[in-house]
């Protein structure tokens, strides 16, 4: 099997490369380096199936080999990250979509979309299932990463209905583990660093809005799981253990033996105050399950910035 993954030097991108890269016969990366890197995938590049290729899915792509699957991961997906390109990540979802779509339907292949939790907004109802439309601000701080993956999701559902294009869209939830970028304002890298350094844990608002943290493991497997799925469909992919922010913090200080206090600082501006996957679907037509829980992934996280720290 010959894949194609977009964004493929991320944190998601090269977990992703790790689990496939034994058994592909060739794996292609297209990656512009804005956030992901090359330290995610210099033990790939002597690989003779493995290919690097810097680029940017927004700009024309034509590859010179039939591909079996197509993965469009490409996207500024941190807040740092798309509130510093906010153009980027509104192309990297709309024109870079496009892009994708297009070389899936030259060569017939497969197309995983990774789409995001964020489409659902701060959502007027939990658990957010894969039929709920969500509560989104088009024009809000947030807006350039939602109405990409919103715009993405729109045009993947029109190649499939116009072209026969075989795709999934994957909707994941707040993913956590080794290969995150320490400062891109993600909060399970905030407060582990903020933790390892007895440094204040800044926790916004009154810390009671909840989040559904996945390991990268997990994902990994549900995106495999989609991305082999037979037909084309929506699914949630994420742990559905949801916990306020104020927990995390205080279970991550625990875990790292920290002298840290919490201090409160103003909720940002459409923050949303409740995410937890609903994962029925994902569960009973993917045989979906999560094997990692919160603590043992916050350890195997804590001793991988332990080790990048210091």
Same mark, same amino acid.
């Given at each position: 099997?010959?894949?194609?993954?977009?964004?493929?030097?991320?944190?998601?991108?090269?977990?992703?490369?790790?689990?496939?890269?034994? #058994?592909?016969?060739?794996?292609?990366?297209? @990656?512009?380096?804005?956030? *992901?890197?090359?330290? #995610?995938?210099?033990?790939?590049?002597?690989?003779?199936?493995?290919?690097?290729?810097?680029? +940017?899915?927004?700009?024309?792509?034509?590859?010179?080999?039939?591909?079996?699957?197509?993965?469009?991961?490409?996207?500024?997906?941190?807040?740092?990250?798309?509130?510093?390109?906010?153009?980027?990540?509104?192309?990297? !979802?709309?024109?870079?979509?496009?892009?994708?779509?297009?070389?899936?339907?030259?060569?017939?292949?497969?197309?995983?979309?990774?789409?995001?939790?964020?489409?659902?907004?701060?959502?007027?109802?939990?658990?957010?299932?894969?039929?709920?439309?969500?509560?989104?601000?088009?024009?809000?701080?947030?807006?350039?990463? +939602?109405?990409?993956?919103?715009?993405?999701?729109?045009?993947?559902?029109?190649?499939?209905?116009?072209?026969?294009?075989?795709?999934?869209?994957?909707?994941?939830?707040?993913?956590?583990?080794?290969?995150?970028?320490? $400062?891109? !304002?993600?909060?399970?890298?905030?407060?582990?660093?903020?933790?390892?350094?007895?440094? +204040?844990?800044?926790?916004? *608002?009154? *810390?009671?809005?909840?989040?559904?943290?996945?390991? =990268? $493991?997990?994902?990994?497997?549900?995106?495999?799981?989609?991305?082999?799925?037979?037909?084309? $469909?929506?699914?949630? =992919? !994420?742990? +559905?253990?949801?916990?306020?922010?104020?927990?995390?913090?205080?279970?991550?200080?625990?875990?790292? #033996?920290?002298?840290?206090? =919490?201090? #409160?600082?103003?909720?940002?501006? @459409?923050?949303?105050?409740?995410?937890?996957? $609903?994962?029925?679907?994902?569960?009973? =037509?993917?045989?979906?399950?999560?094997?990692? @829980?919160?603590?043992? !992934?916050?350890?195997?996280?804590?001793?991988?910035?332990?080790?990048?720290?210091?």
């Amino acid at each position: 099997m010959k894949y194609l993954i977009t964004g493929g030097a991320g944190f998601i991108g090269s977990h992703l490369v790790s689990e496939i890269i034994d #058994n592909a016969e060739k794996v292609i990366v297209l @990656d512009n380096l804005i956030t *992901g890197s090359m330290v #995610n995938i210099d033990k790939f590049i002597d690989k003779k199936n493995f290919e690097f290729v810097e680029h +940017d899915i927004q700009y024309h792509y034509n590859p010179e080999e039939d591909l079996d699957y197509v993965i469009h991961l490409a996207s500024c997906a941190s807040p740092v990250a798309y509130y510093e390109n906010p153009i980027n990540t509104l192309k990297s !979802g709309s024109i870079g979509t496009i892009n994708a779509l297009g070389i899936a339907r030259k060569f017939n292949s497969k197309f995983l979309l990774t789409s995001t939790s964020e489409v659902y907004g701060d959502p007027k109802e939990s658990p957010q299932s894969e039929s709920y439309w969500g509560n989104v601000n088009p024009v809000g701080p947030r807006s350039m990463y +939602d109405e990409s993956k919103r715009f993405a999701e729109a045009a993947t559902q029109a190649y499939i209905t116009e072209y026969s294009v075989n795709a999934t869209i994957i909707r994941i939830f707040n993913t956590y583990g080794p290969n995150m970028q320490l $400062d891109d !304002g993600r909060v399970v890298t905030n407060f582990i660093v903020q933790a390892l350094n007895n440094k +204040d844990i800044t926790v916004y *608002g009154n *810390g009671q809005q909840t989040r559904s943290f996945s390991y =990268i $493991d997990d994902t990994v497997r549900g995106l495999l799981k989609g991305l082999y799925y037979e037909k084309s $469909d929506i699914f949630n =992919i !994420g742990n +559905d253990n949801e916990i306020t922010i104020l927990e995390l913090a205080k279970n991550i200080i625990k875990l790292t #033996n920290s002298n840290s206090n =919490i201090v #409160n600082k103003p909720l940002p501006k @459409d923050d949303p105050m409740q995410r937890k996957p $609903d994962l029925k679907k994902s569960q009973s =037509i993917l045989g979906y399950k999560t094997q990692i @829980d919160l603590e043992e !992934g916050l350890l195997k996280t804590i001793n991988w910035v332990k080790k990048i720290i210091n």
